[in-house]
């Protein structure tokens, strides 16, 4: 399609490029690269040169088997804009083929460009993972947004990844701590069981003992008592 017919007038307020650079300045930080895949080099031009002055950072690849060795090697490429007619690959192709070869953890955002009679291939390509489509022509302001909105998705992805990883990390730690208290206490129960057998040993030895001292104390004791009871006998008779 020409150029022309691939971007509407586009309607700018007074003050839409300090905005959009604010916004761009923003999504930067999260989101490095993106990365505009059609055939044609215009079209890819005239797209990165809007893109870039609203603040992003931009590349373009016009073949999509290239495209996806970009996103391969560069980590930094985390939405890419496509369109869906292309020699050699398909879009469609070429996104069920990011998703084939991307790890989980790697999170790209796609958005494809589609004519009237893409439609049906664009939902095709949203059934596949893309985040959204936009249809010929493209207004500048929507492509812009949609960047943007893409850039944010995939921010709040890390971020939420980042924190589920932060929160298995801390459920590990104090798994950790619990399973060493309970190792502690089990010691200490260990401990404690030890202690309550010596002193049950304890406590029978000297049951035992007392037995013993008491038998042997109270033997000579009833030969002094029926030697006591005799002599006492035998003084009763006596002053009788």
Do not use: C, W
């Amino acid at each position: 399609a020409p150029v022309s017919d691939m971007l509407l007038p586009a309607h700018v307020p007074d003050n839409y490029e300090t905005e959009t650079r604010d916004h761009s300045d923003k999504v930067k930080i999260d989101v490095t690269q993106i990365l505009i895949v059609d055939d044609e080099p215009e079209i890819t031009e005239e797209l990165a040169e809007l893109l870039l002055d609203a603040g992003f950072s931009v590349d373009t690849s016009t073949d999509p088997i290239n495209a996806i060795a970009m996103i391969t090697n560069n980590a930094r490429i985390s939405v890419v804009i496509t369109d869906l007619s292309m020699p050699n690959m398909t879009g469609l192709e070429m996104i069920d083929e990011i998703n084939r070869i991307l790890p989980a953890e790697r999170d790209v955002a796609i958005i494809v460009v589609t004519g009237q009679a893409d439609i049906d291939r664009a939902v095709k390509a949203l059934q596949l993972g893309a985040l959204d489509f936009l249809s010929k022509p493209i207004d500048p302001n929507v492509l812009i947004h949609a960047t943007e909105r893409a850039a944010e998705t995939v921010r709040l992805k890390r971020l939420e990844r980042d924190f589920r990883k932060q929160l298995e990390h801390q459920v590990l730690e104090r798994t950790e701590e619990v399973q060493k208290l309970s190792s502690d206490l089990l010691a200490a129960n260990e401990i404690l069981k030890i202690k309550n057998a010596d002193l049950e040993a304890s406590n029978q030895i000297k049951s035992e003992f007392l037995s013993l001292i008491s038998h042997e104390l109270r033997t000579p004791l009833n030969h002094i008592i029926g030697f006591s009871d005799l002599m006492k006998m035998t003084f009763d008779n006596t002053d009788s």
